[in-house]
């Protein structure tokens, strides 16, 4: 597959720069892969979608304050993005990063971050006395570059949900629930589970390869509780609300592992395993994200949708409107003529 697949156009005026009040207020486009049919709703519809003993699967994973801006001793200024512990030091992005080196220290207000290996892609392994106290001292929530940085948009960078920090972004797909909706939904008779998984670069850097096989995705940290991957097991269909939640639950289904990190790249072509119906929002292009919406209801008909949304006028990313994807998944991979 040619990355340049991944391609649209979108006018800049569709990019959202905040959640719709409320939240469920945002818009709902439903793609019916086996029906080959899109509708358009709103977001407070998708009990209409939803079906007793369905199991609804969210991810609790918390954003961190994890952008940080640094200062070499030279006086020059450095961007840090602090991506995950790996127990001897974080993962961090460095921008710009062509003239750091190991051993280099950095100053972050009174704190003193130290760069002890380069990992490639402006990445690197740092150390400080306290992480968590200098993201708690000078982090920000690391919004992403289309959303103007204010504090209105870093407080509704959050889900409702949020319970376990470690992301350097959100699981945007969830951005759409409120504590409301979540309780009508268990009312109505399906139920809600929550994996975690945190997201860094894997998720959000983009496809810079040629073909898209030649992509190789960052590891992220995800977990699937064992109580959890038995009501999966159980039931008889499995929604996943978000692309994060459907890539820890293909990673555990995958290997076999309830948690661990994973490199799992999902593009057209993929088997799934776990999925059956898909909550997402509109990614950008080039993006791995893409790439699995158009695995689990085929190219064709994700390249129509999104035609049909900018045609439509959604409001695209982040703090965007919303994509249910029924039949793929699971039920594509064993009807692939679609």
Do not use: C
Request: aromatic share 8%; net charge negative; proline share 5%.
């Amino acid at each position: 597959m040619r990355t340049s697949e991944l391609d649209y156009k979108l006018p800049e005026e569709l990019i959202a720069q905040k959640p719709a009040e409320p939240r469920d207020a945002s818009r709902l486009m439903v793609v019916d892969v086996q029906k080959q049919e899109i509708s358009h709703h709103t977001f407070r519809d998708i009990l209409r979608f939803l079906r007793r003993k369905d199991v609804l699967v969210l991810n609790e994973t918390k954003v961190l304050p994890a952008r940080v801006l640094a200062h070499k001793t030279s006086g020059g200024a450095v961007e840090l993005l602090f991506l995950r512990d790996l127990g001897g030091g974080w993962e961090v992005l460095a921008r710009p990063s062509k003239r750091l080196h190991v051993g280099m220290t950095l100053s972050v207000g009174g704190d003193e971050v130290k760069l002890i290996k380069e990992l490639g892609d402006g990445r690197w392994v740092a150390q400080a006395r306290n992480v968590q106290a200098v993201l708690e001292r000078s982090g920000h929530v690391p919004l992403p570059p289309y959303i103007e940085p204010t504090a209105e948009a870093e407080a509704a960078y959050q889900t409702v949900y949020a319970k376990n920090p470690g992301s350097a972004a959100a699981p945007t797909a969830g951005f759409h629930f409120t504590e409301e909706i979540l309780k009508e939904i268990a009312g109505m008779g399906a139920e809600t589970a929550y994996v975690t998984l945190h997201v860094g670069t894997g998720t959000f850097t983009p496809v810079r390869s040629e073909k898209i096989e030649e992509h190789r995705m960052h590891a992220e940290q995800y977990r699937v509780p064992p109580e959890v991957a038995r009501k999966i097991e159980d039931a008889e269909r499995v929604v996943a609300v978000g692309t994060t939640v459907a890539r820890a639950l293909e990673s555990w289904a995958e290997s076999g592992a309830l948690e661990g990190e994973s490199e799992l790249f999902i593009y057209p072509g993929y088997q799934w395993r776990a999925v059956d119906a898909l909550l997402t929002n509109f990614h950008l292009p080039r993006s791995t994200l893409l790439a699995m919406v158009m695995s689990f209801a085929g190219k064709d008909l994700i390249r129509e949708a999104y035609e049909t949304a900018v045609r439509e006028r959604y409001r695209f990313y982040s703090f965007g409107d919303a994509m249910l994807i029924l039949g793929g998944g699971r039920e594509l991979s064993l009807n692939p003529s679609r």
